[in-house]
């Protein structure tokens, strides 16, 4: 897979968030419970930003000559996801949406300035099989889903 196909991967997966989102009301979106989830939607965005930050982390980390790291620890996430949810819970839904679109920008900005021979986790970087970020888009596409069964946006 080639580096532009990748990126394509992730760009699609946003996008379809972002349908998922745009047909679900603000409200429901920030208070109601997730199908399947102890969090809402926000904290799925939440969660989402962390892993993106998580990811700019190690681009910076190897940019910088050194061992990178994941913030997590398999398989107990629930440390590493409270630390990203749980200070965002207080923000309003439009910041954290903000955010989301923030962090994104920033990753895909920084994946597109690396090679397509020699990414940022070696020659593999771009193969969706065997990448260090290989879940990314994969990931996103299944928190999609699952904010997806909140319903729709219900006419006034």
Do not use: C
């Amino acid at each position: 897979m080639s580096k532009g196909d990748f990126l394509a991967g992730v760009r699609a997966a946003r996008a379809e968030l972002r349908e998922v989102l745009a047909g679900s009301e603000e409200r429901t979106l920030a208070t109601a419970t997730v199908p399947g989830l102890d969090w809402t939607a926000k904290d799925v965005l939440s969660h989402l930003i962390g892993y993106d930050q998580a990811i700019l982390q190690a681009l910076k980390d190897i940019r910088e000559g050194r061992a990178f790291r994941w913030g997590w620890t398999y398989p107990d996430f629930d440390p590493w996801n409270e630390s990203n949810v749980g200070p965002r819970r207080a923000q309003p839904f439009s910041a954290v949406r903000a955010e989301l679109e923030t962090s994104r920008a920033a990753l895909l900005r920084d994946l597109e300035g690396w090679p397509e021979q020699s990414g940022p986790f070696g020659p593999d970087t771009w193969d969706e099989r065997t990448s260090e970020i290989s879940w990314l888009a994969p990931h996103e596409r299944e928190h999609a889903e699952m904010i997806a069964k909140l319903g729709t946006r219900t006419a006034l």
